[in-house]
T-cell receptor, first 112, second 114 residues
Framework: AQTVTQSQPEMSVQEAETVTLSCTYD???????LFWYKQPPSRQMILVIR??????QNATENRFSVNFQKAAKSFSLKISDSQLGDAAMYFC?????????FGAGTILRVKS | GAVVSQHPSRVICKSGTSVKIECRSL??????MFWYRQFPKKSLMLMAT?????????EQGVEKDKFLINHASLTLSTLTVTSAHPEDSSFYIC??????????FGPGTRLLVL
């Protein structure tokens, strides 16, 4: 069974600083997708970034980037120049086929 | 990104009644839609996978007779909570999947059963 582990229940970052959220996953497959979703207080799930496992290059979306280590089954999210609007619950997710498996989530607090 | 709507955003009902929640993909056709349940500060729990024109596939432990799912078109899926009880109170989220891409989520429906 595929599992996704987010070992940090909560993280804090100072505004304008950089923070990294960790995620590891367990799979025996070689072809899959990984995602980070953000859930702010409104509870709307928002796609932050995606990574295809066959791509070695780390995905980047503006201030958000990932460090994808396939052999280590690690998929961390780096948020640069943190903003107050980045405060949310962040979920790492794995997909193979058509189902998403979510981690438990990390609450990110941004201090002004 | 693709947009998914849900209606209603919140509903309060009496125990024993049924509640229908609609999920629509507004700017794309979703051959597959998903229904999740989420408790406060917890992760999303997949309830069922809904394919247009066929019966939904339910996850283990989810009562298919209690949570009726209909996926009548490529843009609409509905979840009906039948004979609702207070323990069914929760936040329900749907999503639509673009083939080969990510899932896009609706804003969720908060259900409170009194």
């Amino acid at each position: 069974a595929q599992t996704v582990t987010q070992s940090q229940p909560e993280m804090s970052v100072q505004e304008a600083e950089t923070v990294t959220l960790s995620c590891t996953y367990d799979t025996s497959e070689s072809d899959y997708y990984l995602f980070w979703y953000k859930q702010p207080p409104s509870r709307q799930m928002i796609l932050v970034i995606r990574q295809e496992a066959y791509k070695q290059q780390n995905a980047t979306e503006n201030r958000f980037s990932v460090n994808f280590q396939k052999a280590a089954k690690s998929f961390s999210l780096k948020i640069s120049d943190s903003q107050l609007g980045d405060a949310a619950m962040y979920f790492c997710a794995y997909r193979r086929g058509n189902k998403l498996v979510f981690g438990a989530g990390t609450i990110l607090r941004v201090k002004s | 990104g693709a947009v998914v709507s849900q209606h209603p955003s919140r509903v309060i009902c009496k125990s024993g009644t049924s509640v229908k929640i609609e999920c629509r993909s507004l700017d794309f056709q979703a051959t597959t839609m998903f229904w999740y349940r989420q408790f406060p500060k917890k992760s999303l729990m997949l309830m069922a996978t809904s394919n247009e024109g066929s019966k939904a596939t339910y996850e283990q432990g989810v009562e298919k007779d209690k949570f009726l799912i209909n996926h009548a078109s490529l843009t609409l899926s509905t979840l009906t909570v039948t004979s609702a009880h207070p323990e069914d109170s929760s936040f329900y989220i749907c999503s639509g999947q673009l083939a080969g891409e990510a899932e896009y989520f609706g804003p969720g429906t908060r259900l409170l059963v009194l």
